[in-house]
T-cell receptor
Framework: QKEVEQDPGPLSVPEGAIVSLNCTYS??????FMWYRQYSRKGPELLMY????GNKEDGRFTAQVDKSSKYISLFIRDSQPSDSATYLC???????????FGKGNQVVVIP | GAVVSQHPSRVICKSGTSVKIECRSL??????MFWYRQFPKQSLMLMAT?????????EQGVEKDKFLINHASLTLSTLTVTSAHPEDSSFYIC????????????FGSGTQLSVL
């Protein structure tokens, strides 16, 4: 079993729809959870960051962490064509910045 | 967020040549930087950890003589792909933590290497 599982998609949604992405993980020591957005042939950009369990909201983006289920989610409300990108989940147990990444989920928002 | 600058963004070279990629932290000091490789539609694969003032730590299966890493200052790490071959063609990305203990990594814009 891989440390982090993420369905690679692709996921196509119409503009304005809610995008729902998730990752599962196996390492109960993970405490730091991140979502990165990566446009084609660009470096990943940190989108959301959560420490331990809970929800975090930033504009149209909401990140949720459920440590009891080892499950994290990213929601994008009122999706825009500019949200079309690959979204990677990443997590760490802390102490060395060695993040475990999901495979990435390609999202396409259709105008 | 913190800014990591990576150059060049694209390199096309002949087989057998060496290519150097630079990674700079612009507004913070980075004692550690990470180098990743990414194939199309795949996730990031950690190649090595670059440590300022000491030898890099390579992941299993990564040839240290092929991928030379130098971290000469607190803001600059370089990756040199020596005697590049077509199978080395890939997207290379560097990243750096800010050192604040929050485990966040900030990435460079990546370098697309194409070896002919």
């Amino acid at each position: 079993q891989k440390e982090v599982e993420q369905d690679p998609g692709p996921l196509s949604v119409p503009e304005g729809a809610i995008v729902s992405l998730n990752c599962t993980y196996s390492n109960s020591a993970f405490q730091y959870f991140m979502w990165y957005r990566q446009y084609s042939r660009k470096g990943p950009e940190l989108l959301m960051y959560t420490y331990s369990s809970g929800n975090k909201e930033d504009g149209r983006f909401t990140a949720q962490v459920d440590k009891s289920s080892k499950y994290i989610s990213l929601f994008i409300r009122d999706s825009q064509p500019s949200d079309s990108a690959t979204y990677l989940c990443a997590m760490s147990g802390g102490g060395n910045n060695r993040l475990a990444f999901g495979k990435g989920n390609q999202v396409v928002v259709i105008p | 967020g913190a800014v990591v600058s990576q150059h060049p963004s694209r390199v096309i070279c002949k087989s057998g040549t060496s290519v150097k990629i630079e990674c700079r932290s612009l507004d913070f000091q980075a004692t550690t930087m990470f180098w990743y490789r990414q194939f199309p539609k795949q996730s990031l694969m950690l190649m090595a950890t670059s440590n300022e003032g000491s030898k890099a730590t390579y992941e299993q299966g990564v040839e240290k003589d092929k991928f030379l890493i130098n971290h000469a200052s607190l803001t600059l790490s370089t990756l040199t792909v020596t005697s590049a071959h077509p199978e080395d063609s890939s997207f290379y990305i560097c990243s750096a933590p800010t050192g604040t203990g929050d485990e966040k990594l900030f990435f460079g814009s990546g370098t697309q290497l194409s070896v002919l």
